[in-house]
């Protein structure tokens, strides 16, 4: 209403003969400032649909869409890919100004319509105005020449308000597709992650049978062995003066069999509880069967990423340094600290080809655990400290890295209000440091 009583005073002092809309619009020569709205398409139209000025439309497209003007008269200025605003003079609504566009993000072009809109109202004042100084005697002229330079003024500071936002448009479009593009990327990572885990979880629970039928046969044979060796020993009592028996006994070394029996049965049985522990730790990795979240203990969860990455260790003959402390339970989704720490500790063992050191160190600090991971590897250079956290960086061969690991742990860790953060030196090594806050639900 404020509007409309503006635009009334602006124009009670124009005389003359009512000059038409269609007229004004295209005297005011509108066609760059409607190019550089940076819409699908931007149409200025009378009140029953007409194109007056359009750009972006169709060649040879003289109206406005059905849909959009059957919402305008039912006083709806909104749609899923179009806003409109009316367009008022000597005020009566004149006409609308449309926008169409194709990008999600509403709101700026919500204020893309509310500066065009104020322009075009300046604009068709000025117009009518120039276009009435042919007729109005020369006092109206003076009497009206500062309200126009004060409109100028107005117009001016506009303007150049429409120029600063369409410039930073492109830029904020730019940020928005780099953020979902990466949002995506990390939403296929843990996606990953989970199928992995749940494929570990099926083939540890399908090894985690026959091992302990393995355990238990092996078990009972260590058993029946040494009844055996009971029986022997006696039978060998019964028949000392027997010189053959002794004699076959001590041929055949029934005693050092048996006892090599003994010492095989054990060491099978140490290989096969090696085997189960590790079989249990990829299925505690995995959490499979765990709610979404639970208590988590990150001494144990440090211990299994460990155990699962045995193998990685072994074949770069490294080194793990544990120094832990104890810690209080956070409730968490345990799958996303297994993967902080995989990402972490695989990230420090590759420092470097071979005998790499790894210290991974853990205690409480202002209401936070600390989680420390410490390598003597090549260290991060000066020129790429600032982007390591960055989605698809990397510093790995082509086909060795996707550059999402770090960017992850960064996303999981803030995401629970915790913090990431590292030191480093050239050919001495890199520790990163992670925080995550001990009271209230971690949810991550």
Sequence with gaps: MTDKLQQQERVDFILGEEIPIEQIIKAANLTSLLKSVGSESVAISDTHGNIIISEGYQKGTNQIPTLIMSSIKAMIYKGKDWLAEDIYYEGEIVGYLILQFKEEDIR????????????????????????????????????????????????????????????????????????????????????????????????????????????????????????????????????????????????????????????????????????????????????????????????????????????????????????????????????????????????????????????????????NIVISIKDDGSGISDDIKTRIFEPFFTTKDVGTGKGLGLSIVYDIITSMNGSVYFHSEVGKGTEFFVTIPIKGDVHG
């Design 108 to 367: 700026l072009f919500e204020i893309v319509l509310k500066v065009l809109s104020a322009s075009l109202k300046t604009i068709i004042f000025n117009t009518s105005k120039r276009l009435l100084t042919t007729e109005l005697h020369t006092n109206t002229v003076k009497r009206s020449y500062e309200e126009l330079v004060a409109m100028y003024s107005d117009l001016v500071k506009s303007e150049k308000r429409y120029r600063e936002l369409s410039e930073t448009l492109e830029q904020k479009v730019e940020e928005r597709t780099r953020e979902l593009k990466q949002a995506h990327m990390t939403m296929i990572q843990k996606e990953k992650m989970a199928s992995v885990g749940q494929l570990a979880a099926g083939i540890a629970h399908e090894i985690n049978n026959p091992i302990s039928y393995i355990i238990s046969n092996l078990n009972a044979l260590k058993k029946y062995i040494m009844s055996f060796d009971e029986i022997i020993r006696l039978f060998q009592m019964q028949a000392k003066e027997d010189k053959a028996v002794i004699e076959a006994y001590k041929r055949l070394k029934i005693d050092i069999k048996l006892y090599d029996s003994v010492e095989i049965i054990k060491q099978c049985l140490s290989g096969a509880e090696r085997i189960k522990k590790i079989v249990d730790d990829i299925k505690g990795f995995s959490h499979i069967d765990d709610a979404e979240l639970r208590d988590v203990d990150i001494n144990e969860e440090i211990d299994k990423t460990i155990s699962v990455l045995a193998y990685e260790i072994r074949s770069r003959n490294a080194s793990i340094e544990k120094r832990l402390c104890s810690l209080p339970k956070i409730h968490s989704n345990p799958n996303l600290i297994a993967q902080v720490l995989l990402n972490l500790i695989l990230n420090a063992l590759q420092s470097k080809p071979s005998g790499v050191n790894v210290v991974i160190t853990s205690n409480v600090k202002d209401n």
